[in-house]
């Protein structure tokens, strides 16, 4: 339990820090060294980073960095995603969307790099680009898709908010993050609800997961502000393609940490 709790402190830490909720982190690490059904791991990875969003999004929030209208906006179609996304898994092969999603981290992780931050202030109404209708509907469609992937992967689905709000609404990194880490929570609960039903949830596991990943969310929230924006980019770029590699070879049985 003991061991559960550190991973679970590491993948909160580093999931506020960069806005992803640490899913990615965990799942693998579930599976890999405690012998998890992935099932199950995706459903206890959907809960731990829940906790993630609540310990890192109050920190944001008092700091400023969150934008909070945006969020709530986004987070109209992602919920609505992520109960689809929970649906799906019990009834699809999850094998052909995590290569279509390994190409998308790939291709996003190349985009980040190329796109100059030119940026680093913590507050986004000042930087926030006008959105036309069409780039609005554009948004909104692709929060759906990753509250799906979201519940697919058990990966929080900021994997996909911080590249769309980064690069698509041009928002400084940091605000980016922030905001996701606070989408996540809602997401990641409506994403839960399918697999509660399905009672696939191992609790003991769970709840020293889900108390480490609170506490090491609080501290990346808190590092957050400490750390240069170029650092925070490329953090999350690593583990785009760390992500990337790891679903694509998942497909062919093939498990990294």
């Known amino acids: 339990m003991l061991l559960i709790a550190i991973c679970g402190f590491s993948a909160g830490m580093l999931g506020s820090l960069i806005g992803i909720g640490g899913g990615i ?19 206890i990875s959907l809960i731990s980073v829940c906790a993630t969003s609540i310990g890192g999004a109050s920190r944001y929030l008092v700091s400023g960095q969150t934008d909070f209208r945006l969020g709530l906006f986004l987070e109209t179609t992602t919920v609505a995603g992520a109960i689809c996304g929970g649906l799906i898994a019990i009834l699809v092969n999850q094998s052909i969307i995590a290569i279509m999603f390994s190409i998308l981290l790939f291709y996003t992780a190349i985009a980040m790099i190329k796109k100059k931050e030119n940026v680093d202030d913590f507050n986004s109404e000042d930087t926030r680009a006008e959105s036309g209708g069409l780039i609005k509907y554009i948004v909104l469609t692709l929060s759906f898709a990753g509250g799906i992937l979201s519940s697919l992967l058990g990966v929080g689905g900021g994997i996909i908010k911080v590249p769309i709000m980064n690069l698509i609404l041009k928002l400084p990194i940091k605000v980016s993050a922030a905001t996701s880490t606070y989408m996540i929570g809602s997401t990641t609960a409506a994403g839960s609800i ?11 596991v769970a709840a020293p997961l889900i108390l480490g990943t609170y506490l090491g969310s609080g501290i990346g929230a808190k590092l957050s502000g400490r750390i240069y924006s170029n650092a925070i980019k490329y953090i999350f770029i690593i583990v785009l393609l760390y992500s990337a590699v790891t679903i694509a070879l998942k497909h062919f049985g093939i498990n990294l940490l």
């Open 194 to 204: 399918v697999y509660l039903i399905k009672g696939v949830i191992d609790y003991q």
């Open 25 to 43: 982190i965990i799942v693998p690490i579930l599976v890999l060294i405690f012998n998890l059904p992935i099932k199950s791991a995706v459903a």
